[in-house]
Protein backbone atom coordinates (compact mmCIF):
# COMPACT_ATOMS: atom_id res chain seq x y z
CA UNK A 1 0.00 0.00 0.00
CA UNK A 2 2.88 2.07 1.00
CA UNK A 3 4.73 1.84 -2.63
CA UNK A 4 0.97 2.24 -4.33
CA UNK A 5 1.48 5.89 -2.48
CA UNK A 6 4.64 6.47 -3.46
CA UNK A 7 4.35 5.52 -6.82
CA UNK A 8 1.34 8.38 -7.91
CA UNK A 9 3.08 11.21 -5.53
CA UNK A 10 6.11 10.44 -7.48
CA UNK A 11 3.36 10.86 -10.83
CA UNK A 12 2.22 13.45 -9.43
CA UNK A 13 5.51 15.72 -9.31
CA UNK A 14 6.47 14.60 -12.52
CA UNK A 15 3.16 16.02 -14.55
CA UNK A 16 3.56 18.91 -12.18
CA UNK A 17 7.28 19.72 -13.32
CA UNK A 18 6.09 18.63 -17.08
CA UNK A 19 3.52 21.83 -16.32
CA UNK A 20 5.82 23.95 -15.21
CA UNK A 21 8.77 23.43 -17.86
CA UNK A 22 5.92 24.05 -20.41
CA UNK A 23 4.36 27.04 -18.60
CA UNK A 24 8.93 28.26 -18.57
CA UNK A 25 9.19 27.54 -22.88
CA UNK A 26 5.65 29.53 -23.53
CA UNK A 27 6.59 32.39 -21.30
CA UNK A 28 10.54 32.61 -21.80
CA UNK A 29 11.43 35.99 -23.17
CA UNK A 30 15.13 36.13 -24.40
CA UNK A 31 17.22 38.96 -23.75
CA UNK A 32 18.04 40.30 -26.83
CA UNK A 33 19.61 43.51 -27.44
CA UNK A 34 17.34 46.32 -28.93
CA UNK A 35 17.64 46.98 -32.50
CA UNK A 36 17.83 51.32 -32.86
CA UNK A 37 15.97 52.19 -35.76
CA UNK A 38 18.74 54.16 -37.25
CA UNK A 39 20.13 51.10 -38.11
CA UNK A 40 17.34 50.09 -40.07
CA UNK A 41 16.69 51.30 -44.00
CA UNK A 42 12.99 51.03 -44.50
CA UNK A 43 12.19 50.48 -47.93
CA UNK A 44 9.26 52.77 -48.32
CA UNK A 45 6.77 53.44 -51.98
CA UNK A 46 8.51 56.21 -53.49
CA UNK A 47 5.00 58.56 -54.24
CA UNK A 48 1.70 56.17 -55.38
CA UNK A 49 0.45 54.05 -58.06
CA UNK A 50 -1.85 54.90 -60.83
CA UNK A 51 -4.73 53.12 -63.07
CA UNK A 52 -4.36 53.78 -66.85
CA UNK A 53 -7.57 55.98 -66.98
CA UNK A 54 -5.64 58.67 -64.83
CA UNK A 55 -2.57 58.43 -67.34
CA UNK A 56 -4.33 58.61 -70.88
CA UNK A 57 -6.82 62.07 -71.37
CA UNK A 58 -6.51 64.10 -74.37
CA UNK A 59 -4.28 66.83 -74.69
CA UNK A 60 -7.22 69.11 -76.05
CA UNK A 61 -10.88 68.35 -77.09
CA UNK A 62 -12.67 70.67 -79.75
CA UNK A 63 -16.28 70.86 -81.03
CA UNK A 64 -16.90 71.85 -84.72
CA UNK A 65 -19.75 73.88 -86.11
CA UNK A 66 -19.76 74.70 -89.54
CA UNK A 67 -16.92 77.30 -90.02
CA UNK A 68 -16.72 77.76 -86.58
CA UNK A 69 -14.16 75.43 -83.70
CA UNK A 70 -14.08 76.08 -80.27
CA UNK A 71 -11.45 74.12 -78.07
CA UNK A 72 -10.30 73.54 -74.56
CA UNK A 73 -6.94 71.89 -72.87
CA UNK A 74 -8.80 72.17 -69.39
CA UNK A 75 -9.17 69.43 -67.28
CA UNK A 76 -12.22 69.74 -66.45
CA UNK A 77 -13.75 69.25 -69.62
CA UNK A 78 -11.21 66.69 -70.50
CA UNK A 79 -11.58 64.59 -67.35
CA UNK A 80 -15.36 65.19 -67.60
CA UNK A 81 -15.64 63.60 -70.65
CA UNK A 82 -13.74 60.55 -70.25
CA UNK A 83 -15.45 60.20 -66.78
CA UNK A 84 -18.81 60.40 -68.96
CA UNK A 85 -17.59 57.83 -71.22
CA UNK A 86 -16.55 55.46 -69.12
CA UNK A 87 -20.54 55.16 -68.15
CA UNK A 88 -21.59 54.01 -71.42
CA UNK A 89 -20.82 50.81 -73.38
CA UNK A 90 -19.70 50.49 -76.64
CA UNK A 91 -21.47 47.99 -79.07
CA UNK A 92 -20.71 46.93 -82.83
CA UNK A 93 -17.20 48.38 -83.13
CA UNK A 94 -16.84 47.79 -87.20
CA UNK A 95 -13.58 48.63 -89.43
CA UNK A 96 -15.41 51.36 -92.06
CA UNK A 97 -12.10 52.88 -93.04
CA UNK A 98 -12.47 51.51 -96.81
CA UNK A 99 -15.93 52.89 -96.91
CA UNK A 100 -14.94 56.74 -96.32
CA UNK A 101 -13.17 58.66 -99.70
CA UNK A 102 -10.53 61.36 -98.09
CA UNK A 103 -12.84 64.03 -98.48
CA UNK A 104 -15.49 62.11 -96.86
CA UNK A 105 -12.44 61.08 -93.65
CA UNK A 106 -11.87 65.09 -93.60
CA UNK A 107 -15.55 65.56 -93.04
CA UNK A 108 -15.25 63.19 -90.00
CA UNK A 109 -12.72 64.58 -88.13
CA UNK A 110 -13.97 68.39 -88.93
CA UNK A 111 -17.51 67.81 -89.98
CA UNK A 112 -20.41 69.50 -88.37
CA UNK A 113 -21.40 69.22 -84.70
CA UNK A 114 -18.91 66.45 -83.93
CA UNK A 115 -16.78 66.65 -81.11
CA UNK A 116 -13.10 65.71 -81.11
CA UNK A 117 -10.85 64.70 -78.68
CA UNK A 118 -6.92 64.48 -79.24
CA UNK A 119 -4.42 62.47 -78.24
CA UNK A 120 -0.87 62.96 -77.93
CA UNK A 121 -0.07 58.94 -78.43
CA UNK A 122 -1.85 56.67 -80.24
CA UNK A 123 -3.61 54.37 -77.93
CA UNK A 124 -4.21 50.50 -78.70
CA UNK A 125 -7.82 49.32 -78.55
CA UNK A 126 -6.55 47.16 -75.64
CA UNK A 127 -5.44 49.41 -73.28
CA UNK A 128 -8.74 51.70 -73.77
CA UNK A 129 -10.87 48.58 -72.70
CA UNK A 130 -9.24 48.87 -69.32
CA UNK A 131 -10.70 52.21 -69.35
CA UNK A 132 -14.59 52.00 -71.31
CA UNK A 133 -16.37 49.08 -71.31
CA UNK A 134 -16.59 47.27 -74.82
CA UNK A 135 -19.67 45.12 -74.90
CA UNK A 136 -18.06 42.66 -77.86
CA UNK A 137 -16.38 39.89 -76.65
CA UNK A 138 -13.36 41.21 -78.38
CA UNK A 139 -11.90 44.65 -79.50
CA UNK A 140 -10.29 45.71 -82.30
CA UNK A 141 -6.53 44.88 -82.79
CA UNK A 142 -5.60 48.63 -84.13
CA UNK A 143 -4.42 51.76 -82.07
CA UNK A 144 -6.17 55.01 -82.73
CA UNK A 145 -5.15 58.87 -81.67
CA UNK A 146 -8.65 60.47 -82.34
CA UNK A 147 -12.20 59.88 -80.79
CA UNK A 148 -14.93 61.46 -82.57
CA UNK A 149 -18.03 62.10 -81.39
CA UNK A 150 -20.96 62.62 -83.22
CA UNK A 151 -24.94 61.89 -84.38
CA UNK A 152 -26.01 62.26 -80.79
CA UNK A 153 -29.95 61.23 -80.43
CA UNK A 154 -31.44 62.05 -77.28
CA UNK A 155 -34.31 60.91 -78.39
CA UNK A 156 -33.69 57.56 -78.65
CA UNK A 157 -30.53 57.91 -76.44
CA UNK A 158 -27.58 57.12 -78.17
CA UNK A 159 -24.61 58.28 -80.75
CA UNK A 160 -21.96 57.69 -82.86
CA UNK A 161 -18.50 57.27 -81.77
CA UNK A 162 -15.49 56.43 -84.05
CA UNK A 163 -11.81 55.92 -83.17
CA UNK A 164 -9.32 57.35 -86.11
CA UNK A 165 -5.88 56.72 -86.35
CA UNK A 166 -4.91 59.65 -88.42
CA UNK A 167 -1.52 58.17 -89.37
CA UNK A 168 -2.88 55.32 -91.10
CA UNK A 169 -6.40 56.49 -92.27
CA UNK A 170 -7.85 53.90 -89.81
CA UNK A 171 -11.47 54.57 -88.35
CA UNK A 172 -13.68 52.33 -86.39
CA UNK A 173 -17.03 53.28 -85.67
CA UNK A 174 -18.77 52.10 -82.39
CA UNK A 175 -22.09 52.62 -80.79
CA UNK A 176 -23.28 53.52 -77.48
CA UNK A 177 -26.13 54.55 -75.81
CA UNK A 178 -26.95 55.86 -72.71
CA UNK A 179 -29.88 57.55 -70.47
CA UNK A 180 -27.29 60.73 -69.97
CA UNK A 181 -26.63 61.77 -73.18
CA UNK A 182 -28.97 64.67 -72.86
CA UNK A 183 -26.91 65.83 -69.94
CA UNK A 184 -23.80 65.43 -72.28
CA UNK A 185 -24.74 67.08 -74.99
CA UNK A 186 -25.82 70.03 -72.95
CA UNK A 187 -23.02 70.50 -71.28
CA UNK A 188 -20.38 69.37 -73.91
CA UNK A 189 -21.89 70.17 -77.43
CA UNK A 190 -23.99 73.19 -76.77
CA UNK A 191 -22.15 74.52 -74.06
CA UNK A 192 -18.98 74.33 -76.05
CA UNK A 193 -19.31 77.33 -77.66
CA UNK A 194 -18.40 79.43 -73.97
CA UNK A 195 -14.93 77.25 -74.98
CA UNK A 196 -11.93 79.68 -76.70
CA UNK A 197 -12.16 80.11 -80.20
CA UNK A 198 -9.51 78.39 -82.07
CA UNK A 199 -8.52 78.97 -85.89
CA UNK A 200 -7.66 76.04 -88.43
CA UNK A 201 -4.34 76.19 -89.88
CA UNK A 202 -3.52 74.02 -92.99
CA UNK A 203 -0.37 71.45 -92.53
CA UNK A 204 1.26 69.32 -95.06
CA UNK A 205 -0.65 66.37 -96.12
CA UNK A 206 -3.86 67.80 -95.89
CA UNK A 207 -3.63 67.45 -92.64
CA UNK A 208 -5.12 70.66 -89.64
CA UNK A 209 -3.88 72.21 -86.83
CA UNK A 210 -6.47 74.29 -84.69
CA UNK A 211 -4.78 76.50 -82.27
CA UNK A 212 -6.35 78.89 -80.12
CA UNK A 213 -7.33 82.49 -81.78
CA UNK A 214 -6.56 84.59 -78.44
CA UNK A 215 -3.79 85.48 -77.34
CA UNK A 216 -2.97 83.09 -74.50
CA UNK A 217 -2.42 84.95 -71.16
CA UNK A 218 -0.82 82.74 -68.69
CA UNK A 219 0.28 82.86 -65.12
CA UNK A 220 4.02 81.24 -64.10
CA UNK A 221 4.43 79.14 -61.21
CA UNK A 222 7.58 78.50 -58.38
CA UNK A 223 8.10 75.60 -56.90
CA UNK A 224 10.66 74.51 -53.96
CA UNK A 225 11.18 70.54 -55.12
CA UNK A 226 11.23 68.09 -52.93
CA UNK A 227 13.90 65.70 -52.93
CA UNK A 228 13.00 61.64 -53.16
CA UNK A 229 15.85 59.74 -50.86
CA UNK A 230 17.74 57.98 -53.61
CA UNK A 231 18.30 54.68 -51.44
CA UNK A 232 14.32 53.74 -52.13
CA UNK A 233 15.46 53.70 -55.75
CA UNK A 234 18.34 51.52 -54.94
CA UNK A 235 16.16 49.47 -53.04
CA UNK A 236 13.26 49.38 -55.47
CA UNK A 237 14.56 49.21 -58.36
CA UNK A 238 18.37 46.73 -57.71
CA UNK A 239 16.35 42.73 -57.33
CA UNK A 240 19.02 42.27 -54.81
CA UNK A 241 20.18 45.81 -52.88
CA UNK A 242 22.93 44.01 -50.90
CA UNK A 243 24.51 43.18 -53.56
CA UNK A 244 24.73 47.11 -54.95
CA UNK A 245 27.89 49.11 -54.23
CA UNK A 246 27.63 52.70 -54.55
CA UNK A 247 30.32 55.35 -56.48
CA UNK A 248 30.98 58.81 -56.47
CA UNK A 249 31.36 60.48 -59.77
CA UNK A 250 31.49 64.38 -60.37
CA UNK A 251 28.46 65.95 -60.10
CA UNK A 252 26.82 62.65 -58.63
CA UNK A 253 27.12 59.14 -58.24
CA UNK A 254 26.57 55.54 -59.80
CA UNK A 255 25.04 52.46 -58.03
CA UNK A 256 25.80 49.42 -59.87
CA UNK A 257 25.27 45.42 -58.90
CA UNK A 258 27.61 44.29 -61.85
CA UNK A 259 24.82 43.96 -64.21
CA UNK A 260 22.54 46.82 -64.28
CA UNK A 261 23.16 50.54 -63.74
CA UNK A 262 21.71 53.18 -61.86
CA UNK A 263 23.52 56.34 -62.33
CA UNK A 264 22.39 59.92 -60.14
CA UNK A 265 23.08 63.50 -61.64
CA UNK A 266 22.62 66.01 -58.56
CA UNK A 267 22.16 68.93 -61.25
CA UNK A 268 19.04 68.19 -62.73
CA UNK A 269 18.10 65.98 -60.00
CA UNK A 270 17.25 63.01 -62.42
CA UNK A 271 18.04 59.42 -62.12
CA UNK A 272 19.12 56.81 -65.21
CA UNK A 273 18.94 53.48 -64.80
CA UNK A 274 20.01 50.71 -67.22
CA UNK A 275 19.66 47.49 -67.92
CA UNK A 276 22.85 46.32 -70.57
CA UNK A 277 21.40 42.92 -71.48
CA UNK A 278 18.36 43.89 -72.96
CA UNK A 279 19.80 46.50 -75.25
CA UNK A 280 19.84 43.64 -77.83
CA UNK A 281 16.45 43.34 -77.70
CA UNK A 282 14.91 46.81 -78.25
CA UNK A 283 14.20 46.47 -82.10
CA UNK A 284 11.75 44.12 -81.10
CA UNK A 285 9.35 45.84 -78.86
CA UNK A 286 5.97 43.98 -79.48
CA UNK A 287 1.98 45.10 -79.48
CA UNK A 288 1.83 48.47 -77.86
CA UNK A 289 -0.60 47.18 -75.90
CA UNK A 290 1.52 45.20 -73.94
CA UNK A 291 4.29 48.06 -74.14
CA UNK A 292 1.87 50.33 -72.30
CA UNK A 293 0.92 47.58 -69.94
CA UNK A 294 4.31 46.97 -69.09
CA UNK A 295 5.58 50.50 -68.70
CA UNK A 296 2.55 51.51 -66.47
CA UNK A 297 3.13 48.26 -64.08
CA UNK A 298 6.85 48.80 -63.53
CA UNK A 299 6.44 51.96 -62.35
CA UNK A 300 3.26 50.53 -60.23
CA UNK A 301 5.88 48.28 -58.85
CA UNK A 302 7.66 51.10 -56.41
CA UNK A 303 4.55 53.31 -56.99
CA UNK A 304 6.73 56.16 -58.62
CA UNK A 305 3.91 58.26 -59.93
CA UNK A 306 5.33 61.48 -58.61
CA UNK A 307 3.26 64.77 -59.83
CA UNK A 308 0.51 64.41 -62.80
CA UNK A 309 2.52 62.88 -65.56
CA UNK A 310 0.19 62.03 -68.66
CA UNK A 311 1.17 59.34 -71.37
CA UNK A 312 2.60 61.75 -74.22
CA UNK A 313 4.81 59.37 -76.31
CA UNK A 314 3.59 55.87 -77.82
CA UNK A 315 4.03 54.53 -81.24
CA UNK A 316 3.86 50.96 -82.63
CA UNK A 317 6.57 49.54 -83.61
CA UNK A 318 8.30 51.29 -81.19
CA UNK A 319 10.41 50.34 -77.43
CA UNK A 320 10.02 54.16 -75.80
CA UNK A 321 6.98 55.15 -73.88
CA UNK A 322 7.28 58.72 -72.56
CA UNK A 323 4.85 60.16 -69.28
CA UNK A 324 5.51 63.75 -69.49
CA UNK A 325 4.40 66.58 -66.83
CA UNK A 326 1.61 68.32 -67.05
CA UNK A 327 0.16 72.01 -65.75
CA UNK A 328 -3.77 72.80 -65.78
CA UNK A 329 -4.35 70.76 -68.50
CA UNK A 330 -0.67 71.61 -70.49
CA UNK A 331 2.42 69.68 -70.98
CA UNK A 332 5.55 70.69 -69.04
CA UNK A 333 8.88 70.83 -71.19
CA UNK A 334 12.50 71.08 -70.15
CA UNK A 335 15.45 69.91 -72.22
CA UNK A 336 17.13 67.85 -69.76
CA UNK A 337 14.47 65.97 -69.42
CA UNK A 338 13.24 66.74 -66.23
CA UNK A 339 10.06 66.80 -67.03
CA UNK A 340 9.62 63.40 -68.45
CA UNK A 341 9.39 59.62 -67.38
CA UNK A 342 10.90 57.88 -70.04
CA UNK A 343 11.54 53.95 -70.57
CA UNK A 344 12.92 51.79 -73.08
CA UNK A 345 12.01 48.35 -72.90
CA UNK A 346 13.37 44.72 -74.33
CA UNK A 347 10.84 41.96 -74.86
CA UNK A 348 10.29 40.87 -71.15
CA UNK A 349 12.41 43.54 -68.89
CA UNK A 350 13.04 47.79 -68.69
CA UNK A 351 16.43 48.35 -70.94
CA UNK A 352 16.28 52.39 -69.91
CA UNK A 353 14.36 54.29 -67.17
CA UNK A 354 14.78 57.74 -66.76
CA UNK A 355 13.24 60.35 -64.58
CA UNK A 356 13.68 62.65 -61.68
CA UNK A 357 13.94 62.01 -58.48
CA UNK A 358 12.25 65.26 -57.04
CA UNK A 359 8.59 65.92 -56.85
CA UNK A 360 6.79 69.89 -57.44
CA UNK A 361 4.56 69.33 -53.86
CA UNK A 362 5.77 72.86 -52.40
CA UNK A 363 4.58 75.65 -53.94
CA UNK A 364 5.77 79.05 -53.67
CA UNK A 365 4.55 82.29 -53.96
CA UNK A 366 5.13 83.86 -57.21
CA UNK A 367 5.40 87.41 -57.83
CA UNK A 368 5.38 87.32 -61.16
CA UNK A 369 2.75 88.65 -63.09
CA UNK A 370 0.63 86.73 -65.87
CA UNK A 371 2.55 86.10 -68.92
CA UNK A 372 0.91 87.24 -72.47
CA UNK A 373 1.99 85.02 -75.25
CA UNK A 374 2.20 86.01 -79.03
CA UNK A 375 -1.19 84.37 -80.67
CA UNK A 376 -0.96 81.55 -83.15
CA UNK A 377 -0.83 83.13 -86.22
CA UNK A 378 2.39 84.98 -85.00
CA UNK A 379 4.05 82.28 -83.87
CA UNK A 380 3.08 79.87 -86.49
CA UNK A 381 5.04 82.70 -88.84
CA UNK A 382 7.79 82.48 -87.17
CA UNK A 383 7.88 78.77 -86.88
CA UNK A 384 8.00 79.07 -90.96
CA UNK A 385 10.78 81.21 -91.24
CA UNK A 386 13.26 79.30 -88.99
CA UNK A 387 16.49 78.39 -91.53
CA UNK A 388 16.00 75.15 -93.09
CA UNK A 389 12.18 74.89 -92.39
CA UNK A 390 10.42 72.18 -94.08
CA UNK A 391 6.65 72.29 -93.91
CA UNK A 392 5.87 68.22 -94.25
CA UNK A 393 8.09 68.17 -91.31
CA UNK A 394 5.47 70.46 -88.72
CA UNK A 395 3.49 67.81 -87.00
CA UNK A 396 1.79 70.15 -84.31
CA UNK A 397 1.91 73.04 -81.60
CA UNK A 398 0.89 73.83 -78.42
CA UNK A 399 1.18 76.19 -75.49
CA UNK A 400 2.57 74.77 -72.61
CA UNK A 401 5.32 75.31 -69.54
CA UNK A 402 8.75 75.65 -69.72
CA UNK A 403 10.51 73.89 -66.69
CA UNK A 404 13.52 76.07 -65.60
CA UNK A 405 15.64 77.05 -62.69
CA UNK A 406 15.06 80.35 -60.98
CA UNK A 407 17.01 82.72 -61.67
CA UNK A 408 17.67 84.18 -58.43
CA UNK A 409 18.28 80.86 -57.02
CA UNK A 410 19.09 77.29 -58.37
CA UNK A 411 17.40 75.62 -55.65
CA UNK A 412 13.76 76.73 -56.78
CA UNK A 413 12.22 75.71 -60.35
CA UNK A 414 10.03 77.93 -62.33
CA UNK A 415 7.49 77.26 -64.94
CA UNK A 416 7.07 79.88 -67.51
CA UNK A 417 4.82 79.57 -70.24
CA UNK A 418 5.58 79.83 -73.18
CA UNK A 419 4.96 78.47 -77.01
CA UNK A 420 6.29 74.75 -78.49
CA UNK A 421 6.60 73.04 -81.59
CA UNK A 422 6.70 69.43 -83.16
CA UNK A 423 8.91 69.11 -86.13
CA UNK A 424 10.36 65.97 -87.49
CA UNK A 425 9.48 64.09 -84.27
CA UNK A 426 11.10 66.49 -81.42
CA UNK A 427 9.40 69.58 -79.54
CA UNK A 428 10.74 72.57 -79.64
CA UNK A 429 10.75 75.37 -77.72
CA UNK A 430 10.15 79.08 -79.21
CA UNK A 431 11.30 82.18 -77.26
CA UNK A 432 10.27 85.88 -78.58
CA UNK A 433 11.71 88.95 -78.02
CA UNK A 434 10.50 92.29 -77.33
CA UNK A 435 10.22 92.75 -80.89
CA UNK A 436 8.45 89.65 -81.14
CA UNK A 437 11.44 88.15 -83.25
CA UNK A 438 11.03 84.53 -81.99
CA UNK A 439 14.30 82.42 -81.61
CA UNK A 440 14.25 78.30 -81.27
CA UNK A 441 15.76 76.10 -78.59
CA UNK A 442 16.09 72.10 -78.93
CA UNK A 443 14.45 70.46 -75.97
CA UNK A 444 14.44 67.00 -76.89
Do not use: C
Not at 246 to 264: F, I, Q, R
Request: proline share 5%.
Amino acid sequence: MKYENLKSIGLALLVAISIILTLSIWNYQPNYETIKRDNIHEVSSISETKEASHLIKPSKVLFHKEDEHYGSTRDLETDEIMKEMQKWTFTNTVDVSSSLSPKEFEELLHGENRLELIFSAFIPFYTMSTIISFEDDSVPNAVFDRIIITDVDTGEKRANVYFVSTREHLVFRSQVSSQNLSAFKKQFIKDAEKWEVYVEYPLAANEKLFLPKEQPILSSYKYLPDDINIEDFKDLLFSDPSLVKKGSKANGEEYTDGSTLMKVDYETKMIFYVNPAKESEINSPGSLHDLLDKSIKFINEHSGWTDQYRLFEANPGSSTVGYRLFKNGLPVFNKQGMAEIKQVWGQDKIYQYTRPYFTLDISLPSEGEEVTLPDSASVLEQVKKQPGFEPKLLEDMTVGYQLLPDPQSSKILVLEPAWFYKYGGHWEYLSFTKKTEGSVHGLE
